[in-house]
């Protein structure tokens, strides 16, 4: 199995190291990981800084894949906390960084944060769904230089409690995202730590994973999003049955920015 969104001392909510992610993910058999540490320009809780220094982060990952290259492949991955006003430097630093594989994710829209819910003040269930939405697409058709979406719907893994939405409603914005996607040769990740959160479901959830499948999405990753050793892979075998199921044959993993496909 490839674990593909992992984060380590690198990360600014993570302080687990990376030798440590690695030891587990042999133990447990995995085939290929890919860290993906926390880079949130202008992150919009100033309590915490989502940055860390690049060079010292690649060698740093160079050591270690040279020193497990006989028992799992090590990849030098990326997750870009993307907002509309910081695209160039995005670009940048994803140019200079030179990863292997690049996350896009929202973890901010409106300039506010969703992890801590100011983002949901002042605005409807509809509202917020509309502009979470609306602000990924812009993102998405804006930012080029990544590989796959980092969890879609991200608003229901902090805030379940907001009043249901049917995800229907949505599709008109969520058929734009994917067709930008596809049409560029990116794709999504499905991530696991909706079961660690208690939504029992993958995010995005099986019917926005369906609706990527129907309209041609074809680039798809799996990553458990481990903060935790514990965490590693957390429900793939649950995971490749639902992808499976929907119709997918594949599943991507990634060299030099470019996806190979492996059957499931
Ligand atoms: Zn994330
Ligand atoms: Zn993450």
Redesign the pocket.
Known sequence: MYDY?I?SHFSSDCDVDMEEMIQKSINIGLKEICF?D?IDYDYQDSSISFEFHIPSYISHINALIGKYKNHIKILRGV?IGIQPHIVEMCDQLVTEGKFDFVIS?IHTADKKDIHLGDFFVGKTPREAYEKYFSELLICTKEFKNFNVL?HMNLLKRYHHHVEIQDIKDYFHIIEEIFKSLIHNGKGIEVNTSGFRYGLGETVPCKEILSFYKSLGGEIITIGS?AHTPEQLACKFDYTYDLLKEIGFKYIAVFENREPIFKKI
Do not use: L, P, Y
């Open positions: 969104h984060h993906t926390h997750e994710s980092g999003d």
